[in-house]
């Protein structure tokens, strides 16, 4: 009779786990995939012509986890760019290092880079909500030293997240809406209802 018993558990063990998993895709994998193809299509908006001829991108932090894998810079990679990425989480790093068509991983906090060389495009992507609001004309700045080409991309307000997968530079600390960024001198393009969490922000500077 026990094993009986212990067989059904087992069933119904096996059951939970499979539904938590499929729970689990169909909530953040199936999700993400969604936002980035909205996302996308916003990006190709707001510079139709900008893939048009290859150039030099600076991607400025990336991962490998939870199905997003590089935001955006397929786009680039199907055009040809050359991608250099600055990463400033040693395990992230090492990850990005096994990408083959990554030309540069560079294992450097962005607020301490300096380049002679010049990029066609820097690219903060879902990136300024997580710096202090008073540290982005100054990192702003000395972006427009090696590119003249900022792009920025962030949720469009409030998005609260802690730390993530021990990572303290995932931490948000800002909130940003379309007037933020015009008050930087930058244009700007907004989808969703802010401060709901699938809303994006993009927002750029051309000299």
């Known amino acids: 009779m026990w094993q009986y018993v212990g067989f059904a558990i087992g069933c119904a063990l096996g059951f939970f786990i499979v539904t938590a998993i ?7 994998l199936v999700m993400n995939e969604n936002e980035e193809s909205t996302r996308r299509l916003q990006f ?9 001829k290859p150039g030099r991108l600076l991607y400025v932090g ?8 590089l935001q955006m810079t397929g786009l680039f990679k199907d055009a040809g760019w050359t991608i250099d990425i600055i990463e400033a989480f040693p395990e992230n790093v090492m990850q990005l290092n096994e990408v ?3 030309n540069s ?6 607020r301490l880079f300096q380049s002679i060389e010049k990029y066609d495009c820097v690219m903060l992507w879902h990136g300024p909500e997580h ?8 990192l702003l700045s000395k972006m427009r030293s090696y590119s ?3 792009i920025f991309g962030c949720p469009n307000g409030k998005y609260e997240q802690d730390d993530v997968y021990g990572n303290p530079y995932e931490r948000h600390l800002s909130t940003w809406y379309k007037e933020d960024f015009k008050e930087l001198g930058m244009q700007s393009d907004a989808i969703g209802v ?6 994006n922000i993009i927002a750029w500077l051309k000299s």
């Open 194 to 199: 802010p401060d709901a969490r699938q809303g």
């Open 62 to 69: 990336g991962h490998l986890r939870f199905g997003r894998a």
């Open 131 to 138: 710096f202090e609001k008073a540290e982005i004309p100054t």
């Open 148 to 150: 003249d080409l900022i």
């Open 22 to 28: 499929l729970i689990f895709y169909n909530k953040y």
């Open 44 to 52: 190709l908006k707001c510079f139709p012509n900008l893939l048009d």
């Open 105 to 110: 991983v560079i294992f450097m906090d962005v």
């Open 100 to 102: 083959k068509w990554i």
